[in-house]
């Protein structure tokens, strides 16, 4: 466990996939429950309001702890599939 100079505690969390996505032209952060996700990937995405599936391709994976999340972590939604895996 770590602290933090003002005296909190800083969770010890493992690292969570991040990729971006291009989707009609603009870039998305998503969550990847899978290891094996690389740039250029064809994925399937919930997207909207409604939650609709589109599908997109992968520019960007990073691997991040919470703390560093390229988005807040209570707003990110997660890829459901790879399509050319």
């Known amino acids: 466990m770590i602290h933090s100079l003002s005296g909190g505690v800083i969770?010890?969390?493992g690292l969570f996939t991040f990729v971006q996505v291009e989707l009609d032209?603009?870039?998305y952060?998503?969550?990847s429950p899978f290891s094996t996700v690389k740039e250029?990937?064809?994925v399937v995405v919930p997207f909207g309001k409604g939650d609709a599936i589109r599908h997109a391709?992968?520019?960007k994976v990073e691997e991040n702890t919470e703390q560093c999340a390229p988005v807040p972590m209570n707003r990110i939604k997660e890829i459901e599939e790879i399509l050319n895996a």
């Open 11 to 13: 969770r010890d969390n």
């Open 25 to 27: 032209g603009a870039h």
């Open 40 to 42: 250029g990937d064809k």
């Open 57 to 59: 391709v992968v520019v």
């Open 29 to 31: 952060w998503y969550l």
